[in-house]
């Protein structure tokens, strides 16, 4: 099993790092944060150079954790330290970071990823090997992404726990800006019109008001770096939005009917609820035959995931819906 | 204490009927659905001519609470049999509650309600007589409200266990657009944009899509008889929200910032929060001096709420927000 050099060591890059220790690995990472802690639990921690050099020693894959501004700083090292390594990393938006790499380290195995777990608290401290357990983990595979770097990078993914979701990188910046940016933007919108009627609205607030402003209280610097990084994206994700908004603003000004808006909403939830609740398929993809990268790809488009490979096989699950 | 007459028996009204009758108070009910049930958990059903009769001889408060679309049906019926009873109500949206009593029973001594309590179960079945504690329940104070029906009306929600929130039916409906019928509008254009990412994006759906759905999955019919029947308050509240994500979408076209957006909502979130988190100051009105509707008001205005009568003082709470 290849090591493992976790580059930032909050709660995914400490995560990562825990839990591909505990799937046999040999891992080791660079923090600017949390050194004490992280070599307290018995970890080992280098700096930034240093790691970077063993990873080209030992042939390690490297793992960026760093928030999105800071990734082009550690691509400039990793151009330095480990032109050719083999390289992922879990910061939330691709395409930043596949126009980082193209310029900064051009010359590494690159598969980009993106797990999809989280939770309120951060940093070091809120790490735990079991984190990525039953979660998706998105492992871009693009025209140009190599098939052996894309596999190595979802058996990394699959050590951690998680199922992986091949995809490219602008599908994938596509599909976060509908359902993770977006919900981020309307949180905010709806928490400033509450907040906007004043003590006798806040003081009148129950569940559906709460629950859709819940995201609005995240830290504002985060909800930020993660959203202005997926400017494009977001963009078309809000332009839709609006689109929506102003349909049923145009419907209840003129005929009072919201009933388009409310039964696309609902039929929009029973459709994730579906997913949830659907049956698994099994299927197998042959990575020594055909275009196997785009045959990955469809088992994203379908909801599915990459769960384990025998051999040339990658072993997939797709979602079985009820009638 | 005044006996109390419900009509609808479904998750409020039932919950009315139990709340009342375990304050000591006696109660009958009609209903169009599950009286056997209502029978068997030893409460009278009378059909409505008859309660309503009964309400008349007994000088009952008459509680109206079935569906917005039923209102004035049961109102002609009021006009006909109790024509200057106690009214209330419990229907979310109070300005077509008024404009139905101003037509069909214009002699009642009416002050309407609104508990902001409920839970996603709904009929007989699901009623509670502990659904209202600690809740908030709005009771009118317009200016042709009578004081001692508001009084009344008011007592009866403080004997199901809630705090009154006394404020205007137009203010009420503001703020009632703003903090639950936009919840559900932006919930359904969420999930609408969320769907339309199809199945990959539903599969990396996390925490904030499925909070900010959540309502999307309420039944439509409920939803649309709720957000219709607040047309004109709900209009400007989603005009206000098609205001900010327009100034969002040309923040993020034209810089690429999001900062006002995200901090506005994150400030609202935290004026939620700060209100929620508030300790209570204690105040008292006197009813017999100046314009005690116009007192009251102002209790709801900033947050307040009454907690119960002595003699001629209405006792209220008001949050004390940190500085």
Chains 1, 2 share one sequence.
Not at 8 to 25: D, E, K, P, W
Not at 40 to 45: K, L, M
Request: aromatic fraction near 4%; glycine fraction near 12%.
């Amino acid at each position: 099993m290849r090591a493992v050099c976790v580059v930032g060591l909050g709660l995914i890059g400490g995560s990562v790092l825990r839990a591909a220790a505990a799937a046999g690995r040999t891992v080791w990472g660079a923090t600017t944060a949390d050194a004490d802690a992280v070599t307290a639990a018995g970890f080992d921690v280098l700096d930034l150079d240093k790691a970077l050099k063993r990873a080209r020693k030992e042939d390690a894959v490297v793992v960026i954790a760093v928030p999105l501004p800071s990734v082009d700083g550690v691509l400039r090292k990793i151009g330095d330290f480990a032109p050719r390594c083999l390289l992922t990393d879990v910061v939330s938006v691709k395409g930043p970071v596949v126009e980082g790499v193209a310029r900064f380290a051009p010359e590494t195995r690159f598969a980009g990823g993106h797990p999809m777990a989280g939770k309120s608290a951060s940093g070091w401290a809120a790490s735990e090997a079991t984190l990525f357990t039953g979660a998706a983990w998105v492992v871009t595979a693009d025209e140009d992404t190599a098939l052996d770097a894309w596999r190595e990078v979802a058996e990394l993914a699959i050590d951690c726990g998680a199922g992986v979701v091949p995809t490219t990188t602008q599908e994938h910046d596509a599909a976060v800006a509908r359902i993770s940016h977006l919900p981020h933007v309307l949180a905010a919108v709806l928490a400033a019109c509450g907040a906007d009627g004043g003590p006798l609205a806040l003081s009148l607030a129950a569940g559906s008001f709460t629950d859709g402003t819940r995201v609005a209280s995240s830290r504002p610097e985060l909800v930020l770096a993660m959203c202005e990084g997926n400017r494009a994206a977001l963009l078309e994700a809000v332009d839709d939005a609006l689109g929506k908004l102003g349909a049923a603003r145009g419907a209840l000004a003129s005929t009072g009917a919201l009933s388009a808006t409310i039964r696309a909403g609902h039929a929009g939830r029973v459709a994730l609820d579906a997913y949830r609740a659907a049956g698994q398929a099994q299927a197998m993809i042959d990575l020594t035959a055909g275009d196997p990268l785009e045959e990955l790809r469809l088992i994203g488009a379908q909801g599915g995931r990459i769960v384990g490979f025998d051999g040339d096989l990658a072993l997939a699950t797709l979602p079985v819906l009820p009638d």
